[in-house]
């Protein structure tokens, strides 16, 4: 994985001590909250409900274990024990002290970390597939791509101050595991009839109060031409984007007003001048980069296999585990592996110090010392011996780590909602385990088959409910908190935004809710078809009328 050089080291360096000088200087009153704001959220710093929350940085999602030791350390240390993995890899303190922020961001720095750019009107954190350099379909392994984008984007002065946040995903794979449709730019690698390596490059996308799939604008770039690409799109928004409406600054707006074809011949005439100049990449520096991200010394293959089929024979509760968390892996003798942070009764995505700690331990003895952060809020063992397996299952069982429910139902995706967000309209954790809690049921989740359930606080859509299969967004209603559902979304390379199917809930109906969905769905589905797959084939009238004719007739009697 990518290890800080002495340039890095340097710029991290100056920005905690320009920081702690800002807070001192706040806190003594010398700077307005007004002045003051701007420069806590380029650094990661917000205020929510109850407290402070430091959104820290994990580019591309990887982690190496003694990051994750010293993230433990932090959360011990300096907020109440755990922290919570996001949607967009990153790693969020919600109890922080704002004058210890900078003692934070300094023990960050001490393992190449930071919080530079996770929050702000600028170019935020880079994600990519959690299965990068490992996913048998994989064109090329974009973290190196990923990376560069990183370094190019960190301190740029000319997209320091942008219309909006801005976020760019990049995927690497056939299948889309990044996001990159829902995305302000998604650049999907692909290799062209003569074999080259080049980006599907696609603008314009994103959730929040205006969802929007993206438009592609360019079906091959060259990889060489990325940066300079990236800064003539990044451009034209910064010149076009609105300034003057919030709800209305996003690059997703500009490309729709503009329509998708002619945004596109902005930035090639923004371009032209561009192409070919300094920022194009080499195979030089493609290289150098490239290096960082060097396969691990693998073991050849060996008896992994007949290994690992005596213990799926003998333990049903394992090969349950394999069935859902264990994934392919390019390596022969190797799988990538899932530790759920979904088990019942605790916060989606969230993690304990001690827990950290624990998982940072077993990466070190089943994946060579590292490890990624997953889009669904669960943390990725990305190299594990196939005969190492059951080892492996059994430690992470006892820390509460191996629910068998990866693609099912119960494998919540969900923002912190009303409990300490200050911008979300209604609780979404209660709401999460009360369904988790419905289903408990193995047997029944599995026989449901994969479902993908989102939940949203707040329009934000910090948990993507516009793309999960069933998705819940928090609202307000005279005060009261209040939710909607929707069907059909779906992420990938063929993304999809859910339909609402009428007036919303209260949070104690919403397990009943779910269910009478589920059960719709058991009853019209064809053989092998997935939630989503029904609900496009029937539409939402079957639906709608099994959920609200009964409430209808509970209401009656």
């Not at 193995?442 to 793309?467: A, R, W």
């Not at 928090?474 to 859910?498: F, H, P």
């Amino acid at each position: 994985m990518y290890r800080y050089d002495a340039i890095d080291a340097t710029l991290v360096a100056e920005r905690v001590a320009q920081f702690r000088d800002q807070t001192r200087r706040h806190l003594a009153g010398e700077l307005s909250e007004d002045d003051f704001r701007p420069l806590r959220l380029q650094n990661g710093l917000y205020v929510q409900r109850h407290s402070p929350m430091l959104r820290v940085a994990i580019p591309y999602g990887q982690l190496s274990s003694a990051q994750l030791r010293k993230l433990a350390r932090i959360a011990r240390v300096y907020d109440r024990g755990y922290g919570h993995f996001t949607t967009r890899q990153n790693l969020q303190l919600n109890w922080p002290r704002l004058e210890q922020a900078p003692e934070i961001l300094a023990e960050l720095a001490e393992a190449g970390m930071h919080a530079i750019q996770t929050s702000g009107n600028c170019i935020r954190n880079v994600t990519t597939d959690h299965f990068a350099g490992i996913a048998p379909d994989e064109h090329v392994d974009p973290r190196a791509l990923a990376e560069i984008v990183r370094q190019w984007s960190t301190f740029h002065p000319e997209f320091a101050y942008l219309p909006r946040k801005f976020k760019i995903a990049l995927s690497g794979a056939e299948a889309d595991r990044a996001a990159t449709l829902v995305h302000d730019i998604g650049l999907h690698a692909r290799r062209n009839g003569a074999g080259e390596l080049g980006l599907r490059v696609i603008v314009g996308g994103g959730l929040g109060r205006t969802p929007v799939v993206g438009a592609v604008i360019r079906e091959f770039l060259p990889w060489r031409d990325l940066l300079t690409y990236l800064e003539a799109i990044l451009r034209v928004y910064n010149r076009h984007g609105r300034r003057d409406n919030a709800y209305k600054a996003r690059i997703k707006i500009l490309v729709k007003a503009l329509g998708p074809e002619a945004f596109r011949d902005q930035v090639e005439a923004e371009w032209a001048p561009l192409r070919g100049g300094e920022s194009t990449l080499t195979d030089e520096e493609l290289a150098r980069v490239s290096a960082h991200f060097a396969p691990p010394a693998y073991e050849p293959p060996g008896d992994d296999d007949r290994a690992l089929a005596c213990h799926l024979a003998a333990d049903r509760a394992f090969a349950r585990w394999v069935g859902r968390n264990v994934h392919p892996h390019r390596q022969p003798g190797y799988r990538a592996v899932t530790l759920s942070l979904k088990k019942t009764g605790v916060p989606p995505g969230d993690l304990t110090a001690e827990q950290m700690e624990l998982v940072a331990g077993l990466a070190e003895r089943f994946s060579f010392g590292e490890l990624r952060v997953s889009h669904e809020q669960n943390l990725i063992l990305a190299d594990v011996r196939g005969r190492d397996l059951h080892a492996l299952w059994q430690r992470a069982r006892a820390a509460g780590l191996a629910t068998p429910n990866v693609g099912l139902l119960t494998n919540v995706v969900c923002c912190p909602g009303g409990d300490f967000c200050a911008l979300a309209n209604a609780k979404s954790i209660p709401v999460a385990e009360a369904i988790q809690r419905r289903f408990e049921d193995l047997d029944y989740l599995h026989d449901i088959g994969e479902l993908d359930l989102n939940i949203s606080g707040c329009m934000n859509s910090c948990g993507h409910h516009h793309v999960g299969h069933i998705g819940i967004l928090g609202v307000d209603k005279n005060g009261a908190e209040w939710y909607q559902v929707s069907i059909g979304g779906e992420q990938g390379l063929d993304a999809t935004l859910g339909e609402v199917i009428g007036p919303s809930f209260a949070a104690a109906d919403m397990p009943g809710v779910i269910s009478r969905l589920v059960e719709t769905y058991l009853d019209l589905r064809h053989e092998d078809e997935r939630f989503v797959d029904t609900a496009h084939r029937v539409g939402l009238a079957p639906f709608k009328a099994r959920v609200y004719g009964e409430r209808r007739e509970v209401a009656h009697a």
